[in-house]
């Protein structure tokens, strides 16, 4: 009976001082656990504030987000804070959509050029890494030259990503292309925008690529690519025999493994939920600024 007493005393004593219901609420769940139980409980607040769910793209579109599969490299805490520099980055920087295989050219500064920048153009064989470690490799050939530069995705001397041709290839990284003919790989330098209507799906690009003879970078026979033509021109007996030894298609009914390689669904939903609100805001930038530049003005009739 005198507990009663002593909790209503001190919530008149709060109320009557003007404070809001939130202030009670932290400084009474300080003092005593009591009253934060019994502080407001007529409150409206929901308990626990549901988070909205990404759409299932975003994995594919913001592979970066997602955190290192192995465990050994995992820190919740570094992850957080990664997660909030790279949309802060995203806010200055329009990063667009872009896959392996798509065109991409990229303005970074540079002190040894003449304009202090300098503007690479070719094609995306490779993208690795997460978070702030995410970096990307393109590829071209400049004056009979197979040129390649690495770029970290968040690296702060890159001004503008320009999006030339948005595709996909048959396989997840194209490192093949460095021993396959010229062409595959030679883009024009002043390459003009390819812009896609908005809603269509991003293009497969089906290209079948073929290697010069070898001697190979690697052994890609042993790599089960799909987008390469003529790789059984070029090994002979021998290595194909080798390179069947080698495969373990038994491995897909692994789901062990896959969970290892992998980052399970929930946790994806629950990373992306997380920054879900600011890149769909960015994303709504990006589709006004992708509708700007198909917009033609019309002329005026003589």
């Given amino acids: 009976m005198n507990l009663t007493r002593q909790l209503t005393r001190n919530t ?23 009253l934060e139980a019994t502080a407001n ?74 304009g202090k920048t300098s503007r690479f153009l070719g094609i ?24 390649e530069i690495a770029y970290q995705l968040y690296d702060p001397t890159i001004q503008k990503i320009d999006l030339i041709r948005l595709e996909k290839r048959l396989d997840s990284e194209l490192l093949y292309l ?13 390459m003009e925008p390819e812009i896609l209507p908005e809603g269509v799906p991003v293009p497969l690009n089906k290209v079948m690529v073929k290697l010069r003879p070898r ?26 025999a080798k390179a069947e030894t080698l495969k373990t298609p038994w491995e897909k009914y692994d789901l062990v493994k896959e969970y290892r390689k992998t980052i399970p669904e929930e946790e994806q939903q629950e990373i992306y939920a997380e920054v879900y ?10 589709r006004k600024i992708k509708r700007s530049r198909t917009f033609v003005k019309p002329t005026k009739l003589a």
């Fill in 277 to 286: 609100s600011k890149l769909h805001q960015l994303e709504i930038q990006r």
């Fill in 41 to 114: 409980p007529f409150s409206k607040e929901p308990t626990d504030v549901r988070k909205p769910l990404a759409p299932a793209e975003y994995r594919f579109i913001y592979p970066e987000f997602l955190p290192d599969p192995t465990i050994e490299f995992r820190n919740p805490i570094r992850e957080k804070i990664e997660r909030m520099d790279m949309l802060n980055r995203r806010v200055h920087l329009d990063i667009p959509e872009f896959y392996v295989g798509s065109i991409l050219a990229v303005t970074s500064s540079d002190p040894h050029a003449a």
């Fill in 124 to 147: 995306c064989i490779q993208r690795t890494g997460c978070g702030l470690r995410a970096q990307f490799t393109l590829r071209n050939f400049v004056d009979n030259q197979g040129v």
């Fill in 12 to 34: 008149l004593m709060y109320k009557s001082s003007g404070m809001s219901t939130v202030h009670y609420r932290l400084l009474t769940s300080k003092s005593d656990p009591l």
């Fill in 178 to 190: 460095r021993d396959a003919y010229p062409e595959y790989s030679t883009f024009d330098l002043n």
């Fill in 215 to 240: 001697p190979w970078e690697k052994q890609w026979e042993r790599k089960n690519f799909i987008g390469i033509a003529n790789v059984s021109e070029h090994i002979t007996e021998k290595m194909a």
